[in-house]
């Protein structure tokens, strides 16, 4: 089992501002699983979106607040709290506070699939 240091992944920029850095997983799928680090910038939204699998993002570092459909209302999130996200679920997730919302996530695919609800953000 390799060991990785998240100093030296390189990072993805995503548009609005995040970057994303895969930790575990590569393009060939040779990983049943991706692993992933989003920083995203105060003012970043995901905006809304599904996987066809479950994902569970953990946050580490700074605020914000989450949506998932069939939940009422946003959540607020900060570093502690875990998101289990099942596959096909639409949700997303912005960025409150004034410091970067860091988080990790976990993919269970060897994948990474997003499908994009651009008219469904709250």
């Known amino acids: 089992m390799p060991v990785i240091d998240v100093k030296k992944v390189p990072k993805q920029a995503f548009p609005g501002g995040a970057t994303y850095q895969t930790i575990v997983g ?3 799928g040779s990983t049943p699983i991706r692993l992933g ?3 995203s910038q105060p003012g970043y939204s995901t905006g809304t979106h599904s996987h066809p699998y479950m994902e569970v993002v953990t946050v580490v570092a700074g605020t914000g607040e ?3 459909d069939g939940q009422e209302g946003l959540t607020s999130i900060g570093p ?3 998101l289990v996200l099942p596959a096909n679920v639409k949700h997303g997730f912005r960025v409150t506070g004034t410091k970067p919302l860091e ?5 269970a695919s060897p994948d990474r699939v997003v499908e994009i609800f651009p008219e469904d953000v709250p």
Do not use: F, K, M, R
Not at 103 to 107: E, I, L, P, Q, R
């Open 37 to 39: 680090l989003q920083v």
């Open 103 to 107: 988080t990790y996530g976990v993919h």
């Open 66 to 68: 989450a949506w998932i």
């Open 26 to 28: 590569d393009e060939d």
């Open 80 to 82: 502690g709290v875990t």
